[in-house]
């Protein structure tokens, strides 16, 4: 090939790499002729190929040894930098300390032109911060970089150790400015911070000096992703690595976007197994406890005893796999020789096999498969163990709207008040005559066999269209108090279906949520599987209790859709079919699509409404970096609490004030109607051209939505303390404090945490 050029980078992946290796021995195995045997050994990404190559071709290789391999593609890699934090954090003291403040204090300084020239001069930045016409978040990432450099060098390959490193960083004692020690750590003689002069470096297709970095960086976005970003919290690096600039740089050099990327990523799993579905035999996997690349190693669950797994304590990079302990024992550990001694037998076995090994191993899991035993014929218990309330029969009636907490909720990506159904029409869509109240006794846990706690169930049920023998319907409920509106409206879809083919009709409230609650404060039965459970029991019940012989169907929206399709897929035997509406199946931790996907709708509507959105937000990313700037957002969204010119703003808090205005958009995007009249309603200022500023136009979209008096909350810890603030009135003790569909912000909060992520970020690059 003639350069590296992006046509010609298509043949640079890990699996042509492999196959190399595979030609390469058959070549060498023609020129020896006989039977040889070889073993393939590698280290970080070379491990990945070492281990991949056996197993691809065990008909050539016997075994590998695979060092730090990193078999886990993945995108956002923020274990690397945890990782690092560790390290450090494990030393302590003041090396720790300084090490926070540092880069705490290096993030103050970018909020004004003064604190950015104090860098300039520090850390000799070249060209100067403020020659910058544009500063942005992906130069501001860049100089970062050069600050994080100097540790995970040191994480990573113990060279100097973290106690060295620790030692001369904090030389100058605890008095000393911990930005100037990290400049003491930082010896470059100037520090360039331009993201585009990176780009710059990178784009030369020759092959002229060392072009490692960018044919790395292009497999990076082809193959694996491992963007290591500071993604992960309180932290001692804090928000100041984010994956955005990884992503940037493969859509600006190469063309690959993020949506690309993630297929790359999922592509390259699906073809090796990842980490956890390895099916390879006769490999030592060895990671050190030290190494950041160890996040993504394989630690555990070996597939086959010939798949040994080993930790070297306290171990860098690839240290097992460098200096021989037999050769130089005063520079091992005694870890360290058990690891290299281990290997060397385990290589010996694969050469004179004692026992038998096949090639590969046949992975079974529980993917898809419910975790517990249920008997589809078992007869349920009607003796409760607690008081349940009597079947009632209710007249429908028309429902109102709560307009309490109306905004966008940025945990759990919904308007607080779409929690409750909307209004019904008129009286003459209400069925009234059938419709039951009821309650079932369910167990707390269910994968307890010793479990005798229980709790009520609410449900509701119409039984005008259906009869014992017909199909039943089941809409489940999901993340907030459910209301007879479901079951008692002939307008609703589902309702006319029932109709139309005779079905009864249920509604199950989700556990913990409404009046379903267990009567404890421990969320620690709030699972998506332990409602599944529920679900099962309850059609049971209801084949016993009310002799109904008839197929069910369930029905849900949004977690309850996928709820329905994981209720299909755990009990077929109790469920015929589903219909999930909106059912997001795939958990996810960073779910950059969602805010993706908002983006698109605005450009699809109207490019006009796209780019004054585009240039709104970027003036306020702008003007937050001057306390003049600050100062004007605060008056202008009426911040609260407000900001001067003299505060120092918290990273977390200024990303508060951006996801409430990403909120009037978002909220709009999820429930637009089909004729898409809220989003033309919420382009409309955008578009008027009365607004000349465009931040004028985007305070108008916020008092259309929320009133005259909008304000904008800009504390983190407002709505931490908000949400931290229900963890004593889970239980349902006090509903004077927070009523049910308030403490449903708690509760799918821990749903989101605990189960599923679903967290909407801007982690797609440019928009």
Request: glycine residues 6%; proline residues 4%; hydrophobic residues 35%.
């Amino acid at each position: 090939l003639r350069d590296t050029s992006i046509d010609n980078l298509k043949f640079l992946s890990s699996r042509q790499a492999i196959e190399d290796i595979a030609e390469f021995i058959r070549q060498k195995n023609e020129e020896k002729e006989g039977d040889q045997k070889w073993i393939v050994f590698g280290g970080s990404y070379a491990g990945n190929l070492a281990a991949w190559s056996r197993l691809k071709h065990p008909e050539l290789i016997i075994g590998a040894v695979s060092s730090s391999a990193p078999l886990l593609a993945q995108l956002d890699f923020y274990g690397y930098l945890q990782t690092v934090d560790e390290d450090f954090n494990k030393h302590g003291g003041l090396c720790y300390q300084q090490l926070v403040e540092g880069f705490e204090e290096a993030r103050i300084q970018f909020q004004s032109a003064e604190g950015r020239d104090n860098l300039t001069k520090l850390f000799k930045i070249y060209p100067p911060l403020s020659h910058f016409d544009d500063l942005s978040t992906y130069d501001i990432d860049t100089f970062f970089a050069y600050l994080v450099a100097p540790f995970t060098h040191t994480a990573q390959y113990n060279s100097p150790s973290v106690d060295d490193l620790c030692q001369t960083f904090t030389t100058h004692g605890p008095d000393y400015d911990p930005l100037k020690a990290l400049r003491y750590v930082n010896p470059e003689l100037t520090v360039n911070a331009n993201f585009s002069h990176s780009v710059d470096e990178l784009s030369g297709i020759e092959f002229n000096g060392d072009i490692s970095q960018r044919l790395w960086t292009y497999q990076t976005c082809a193959e694996f992703g491992f963007f290591r970003s500071s993604n992960r919290g309180t932290n001692a690096f804090g928000q100041t690595q984010s994956s955005n600039t990884f992503i940037e740089y493969c859509i600006q050099l190469f063309g690959i976007n993020v949506d690309q990327i993630e297929k790359n990523v999922e592509s390259t799993n699906a073809y090796y197994g990842q980490r956890d579905y390895y099916a390879g035999t006769n490999v030592v996997f060895s990671h050190g406890t030290q190494d950041p690349w160890a996040f993504l190693t394989k630690k555990d669950d070996s597939k086959h005893w010939s798949v040994v797994i080993i930790e070297v304590e306290g171990g860098s990079h690839t240290s097992d796999i460098g200096i021989s302990c037999d050769a130089l024992p005063f520079f091992c550990t005694e870890n360290m020789k058990y690891v290299q001694k281990l290997t060397l037998e385990n290589m010996q076995r694969w050469i004179d096999p004692v026992f038998p090994v096949p090639d590969r191993v046949d992975i079974t899991d529980n993917v898809g498969k419910r975790p517990q035993f249920f008997d589809p014929n078992v007869v349920p218990s009607f003796s409760p163990k607690i008081k349940i309330p009597e079947a009632v029969k209710i007249r429908g009636e028309l429902l109102k709207v709560s307009d309490r907490y109306g905004k966008i909720s940025k945990f759990t990506g919904k308007g607080r008040k779409v929690l409750l159904p909307p209004p019904i029409p008129s009286e003459d869509d209400v069925v009234s005559e059938s419709i039951i109240q009821d309650w079932i006794e369910q167990t707390w846990d269910h994968f307890n066999m010793t479990e005798d706690r229980t709790f009520k169930q609410k449900f509701w049920f119409n039984n005008k269209f259906g009869s014992t023998e017909g199909p039943n319907f089941l809409m489940i409920g999901g993340e907030g108090p459910e209301d007879v509106y479901w079951v008692q409206t002939e307008t609703l879809d589902w309702i006319k279906n029932a109709k139309s083919v005779g079905a009864n009709v249920f509604l199950l409230e989700h556990r913990y949520y409404g009046e379903s609650k267990l009567g404890t404060n421990d969320l620690q039965y709030l699972t998506s599987a332990q409602m599944l459970y529920d679900v099962a029991t309850f059609i049971r019940t209801q084949q016993v209790k009310q002799k109904l012989t008839g197929p069910w169907i369930t029905f849900g929206g949004s977690y309850p859709g996928a709820l329905a399709a994981w209720s299909r897929e755990w009990f077929p035997e109790l469920i015929l079919g589903a219909v999930g509406s909106s059912g997001p199946v795939l958990a996810k931790n960073d779910f950059y699509e969602y805010l993706e996907g908002v983006e698109d709708v605005i450009k699809r509507h109207s490019q006009k409404c796209y780019d004054r959105t585009n240039e709104a937000f970027a003036k306020l990313r702008t003007l937050s970096m001057e306390p003049e700037g600050r100062e004007l957002i605060s008056d202008k969204f009426s911040l609260s609490p407000a900001w001067s010119q003299d505060d120092v703003i918290d990273s977390l808090d200024l990303n508060e004030v951006f996801m409430e205005l990403f909120g009037l958009y978002m909220g709009t995007v999820q429930y637009n109607s089909l004729n898409w009249s809220k989003v033309a309603n919420l382009c409309a200022p955008m578009e008027d051209d009365k607004y000349e500023d465009v931040l004028d136009a985007l305070r108008e979209v916020q008092i259309a939505q929320e009133g005259e008096n909008a304000t904008t909350i800009s504390s983190f810890k407002h709505d931490i303390d908000y949400l931290i603030s229900m963890k004593e009135y889970i239980d349902g003790h006090d509903s004077t404090q927070f009523d049910d569909d308030e403490l449903s912000d708690i509760l799918w909060t821990w749903q989101t945490c605990n189960e599923f992520g679903y967290y909407q970020t801007t982690d797609y690059g440019e928009g």
